[in-house]
């Protein structure tokens, strides 16, 4: 087993290390798609921080069936990041 | 992202101007690549921060709940593939793939139900063993390694009670066990799960082992020789007064795991013995009662 389920799996069973793997691979994907949408690096912060931490606090609400890991930060962080260059 | 555009009249341009979500995807449209890496300090904000939205499981709890957890995802997989004619292709046990995971999820309801999660009855039979598996691992990974050693109802065709620490490595089991059968179902070649997940796996099994062995009172030892990954030397005393051992067993890790499930017929099952050849025919019967159907 390997990939986006066994880190969806451990995320589930409540293991720190998957949240820092996933982190490790995609970080940049979800903060560099926040900076080029808000064009502010505080706010790319905190939509990354949202955004790792929400895969952490509700890991069923990915669903490996659906679609990439990648795909649901990175789409995940183009939300947080049009509502707050909306809300400023 | 809101669809409205399509029938009120607005046109793509204006709506576009509106909707925050497609002018930030339009505006990485002409940018492919978007990675750039953020400030190092923002990993340990993003851990630390999740480390106080949701506690991580403890040891002792991941050591159980991440392989149950790795073979519910197998299984899911595996089950989002199948299509009808699949679900109700007659299997050699509980009639048909749809009857087996039914059967799954009845046998996982006892130890979900332990830790509070209530599957909603009439629900089809993936959804309900796909929503009842998710939540009872959510459950378990927030609760402490205390709570392992309370005593739940098991699975098995002899009513038998165990530590939740064993009732999930039960489950692990069962849902490894029921993967292969889908795998076998649909054509491909069976799995194993990692060598120590294999290894808690056999050890509760030998565990559960002397109870199951048949006829007079024995106050003898097996040692069992399992190899591959995982794999090491146990010496199973079959009473409390065991004084030496009677039979070496040796054996494949992962064959001794589906002996205990009984998809190795006992009297196919490849083994090497050193002793009591009698006394290891038994031992090999009593594991393929162990299984879960």
Not at chain 1, 19 to 42: I, M, P
Not at chain 1, 52 to 63: G, H, I, K, Q, T
Not at chain 2, 74 to 89: F, I
Not at chain 2, 217 to 237: A, E, K, M, N
Request: aromatic share 6%.
């Amino acid at each position: 087993m390997g990939g986006d389920a066994e880190l969806s799996a451990r995320l589930v069973a409540g293991d720190l290390d998957a949240l820092a793997a996933a982190y490790d691979e995609h970080s940049a994907f979800v903060y560099g798609v926040a900076v080029q949408v808000t064009r502010n690096e505080v706010f790319a912060e905190e939509v990354t921080q949202d955004v790792f931490v929400a895969l952490w606090e509700e890991p069923l609400s990915y669903d490996p069936r659906l679609g990439s890991l990648r795909g649901w930060l990175v789409s995940r962080a183009l939300h947080e990041s049009a509502v707050r260059v909306k809300v400023g | 992202m809101t669809d409205s555009y399509l029938y009120n009249g607005q046109s793509a341009d204006d709506h576009v101007g509106s909707c925050p979500d497609c002018s930030a995807a339009i505006t990485l449209l002409d940018q492919p690549d978007p990675a750039a890496v953020p400030p190092a300090r923002l990993r340990e904000s993003v851990l630390s921060k999740a480390r106080r939205r949701r506690a991580p499981a403890e040891v002792g709890v991941a050591e159980v709940a991440v392989p149950y957890a790795e073979q519910v995802a197998l299984m899911d997989e595996l089950l989002a593939e199948l299509s009808v004619r699949q679900w109700n292709s007659p299997t050699a046990r509980h009639g048909t793939v749809r009857g087996m995971i039914e059967h799954l999820a009845a046998n996982d309801a006892p130890v979900a139900w332990f830790l509070g999660v209530r599957a909603p009855e009439p629900d089809p039979a993936y959804r309900r063993w796909r929503e009842q598996a998710g939540s009872l691992l959510q459950r378990v990974s927030a609760s402490t390694g205390a709570l392992l050693g309370a005593e739940v109802e098991l699975a098995g065709a002899t009513p038998a009670r165990g530590s939740l620490r064993h009732a999930l490595i039960q489950r692990t089991f069962e849902t490894w066990t029921h993967a292969d059968d889908v795998r076998r179902q649909t054509g491909r070649p069976p799995e194993a799960p990692p060598g120590d997940h294999v290894r808690m796996i056999a050890e509760f099994g030998l565990a559960m082992l002397p109870r199951a062995v048949r006829g007079p009172r024995r106050d003898v030892s097996v040692t069992f020789v399992l190899t591959g990954p995982g794999g090491g030397t146990w010496t199973v005393p079959l009473s409390s007064a065991s004084d030496r051992v009677a039979v070496l067993l040796a054996a494949d890790m992962v064959d001794f795991c589906r002996l205990l499930a009984n998809r190795w017929k006992p009297g196919c099952f490849p083994y090497a013995a050193e002793g009591d050849p009698a006394l290891a025919r038994e031992v090999v019967r009593a594991a393929a009662t162990l299984g879960c159907d």
